[in-house]
């Protein structure tokens, strides 16, 4: 009876050392366990321009590419406006090429001909004002057909003059100043041109990123301003999970050190990760995530990276992370 008395006891020591050795153990464990949040790179895929959305192209879980359209706004008034202006374009274009191209051969033949009229004109204008002024200094004419035949002399010699210099100017093209002037139209035509196209441009909106839709905002043929988001979008291949550790185990982590990683929605599966990033600066810790008294430790925040090839881990989703010596 003793004998059994002596083996129980001995029985219960060593359960109770087991128990103990158990519990360090896992406080051992449990002090390489750090617990954070799945995060992944996102964009918002946003408008350029203000105005009704005419499609809406991707759907929250949809998978896009980089480059994808993901919606259009309608925008009627800038068609228009991109028509009226090509059209300016064009004539400004024309009336350029007209000056630099000169007169053409009929414009230069109807100036000299019309030089070659008020030539004539004018020799005759100048016989009659000669003959009269010999009349009526003879007495043969009055005054007023002297003065008459000197108007017409005058006259005459004024449209021949301006005749022989209009007939200069087609002769001579554009002036440079004309040039300058109808190419700096050009240019500007071109630029207003080029404006209006590039707003037309905006009314189409692609994805940022080779990713999944997370969330959709709005719905075709809803209104929207310019820079609202319509699309989140997160590129789940890019995936790590953001934890603290305290300056006192600081040391244990560096670049490149291997982790796993778990989650309570996969339980059994490890994800292999790898630290990414330690943070330069330390922090408190976050409010969330330990007690009261353990905020009052500086910690440092580190990004582990994590194989999410198979799309499993999603952002927000709460994950462990270990460490092994």
Same mark, same amino acid.
């Given at each position: ?26 406080? !051992?464990?449990?002090? +390489? ?48 406006? &991109? *028509? ?5 374009? +064009?004539?400004?274009?024309? &009336? ?22 008020? =030539?004539?004109? /004018?020799?005759?204008?100048?016989? %009659?004002?000669?003959?009269? *002024?010999?009349?009526? =200094? ?20 004024? &449209? ?12 001579? #093209?554009?002036?440079?100043? =004309?040039?300058?002037a109808a190419r700096a139209e050009v240019g500007r035509c071109q630029a207003l041109l080029r404006a209006t ?6 009314? /189409?909106?692609?994805?940022?990123? %080779? ?9 075709? #043929? ?10 989140? @979008? ?34 059994? !599966? ?31 925040? @580190?990004?582990?990276?994590? %194989?999410?090839?198979? #799309? ?14």
């Amino acid at each position: 009876m003793k004998r059994i008395r002596l083996l129980a006891a001995g029985i219960i020591v060593a359960v109770l050392i087991g128990a103990a050795g158990y519990n360090y153990y896992r406080q !051992q464990e449990t002090a +390489k366990l750090y617990t954070g949040t799945i995060e992944v790179t996102k964009a918002d895929v946003t408008t350029k321009s203000s105005g009704y959305i005419k499609e809406l192209l991707l759907s929250e879980g949809m998978h896009a590419t980089k480059g994808q359209l993901a919606a259009r706004i309608d925008r009627k008034d800038l068609l228009i406006a &991109q *028509e009226r202006d090509r059209a300016a374009l +064009k004539k400004a274009e024309a &009336q350029l090429r007209d000056l630099e191209s000169g007169a053409r051969p009929a414009e230069r033949k109807e100036a000299a001909a019309n030089s070659a009229f008020m =030539q004539a004109a /004018f020799e005759k204008a100048a016989k %009659d004002y000669q003959r009269f *002024e010999q009349l009526y =200094q003879g007495g043969a004419a009055s005054r007023q057909q002297f003065d008459n035949a000197k108007e017409s002399y005058d006259a005459t010699a004024a &449209q021949l003059s301006a005749s022989r210099e209009r007939e200069q100017l087609v002769n001579d #093209g554009a002036r440079e100043e =004309q040039l300058i002037a109808a190419r700096a139209e050009v240019g500007r035509c071109q630029a207003l041109l080029r404006a209006t196209e590039n707003d037309i441009e905006d009314t /189409f909106i692609y994805s940022p990123l %080779d990713a999944m839709v997370l969330t959709k905002n709005f719905e075709a #043929g809803e209104y929207v301003n310019a820079g609202s988001d319509l699309l989140t @979008v997160a590129d789940l291949s890019d995936c790590w999970v953001k934890i603290y550790i305290p300056s006192t185990e600081l040391g244990r982590v560096s670049v490149g050190t291997l982790a796993e990683v778990r989650i309570d929605s996969a339980p059994g !599966q490890v994800f292999p990760g790898r630290v990414r990033e330690i943070s330069e600066n330390a922090e408190y810790t976050p409010h969330q995530s330990i007690t009261r008294n353990e905020r009052a430790n500086m910690v440092f925040a @580190v990004k582990v990276a994590v %194989d999410n090839d198979a #799309g499993v881990l999603k952002p927000g989703m709460p994950a462990d992370v270990s460490f092994y010596d």
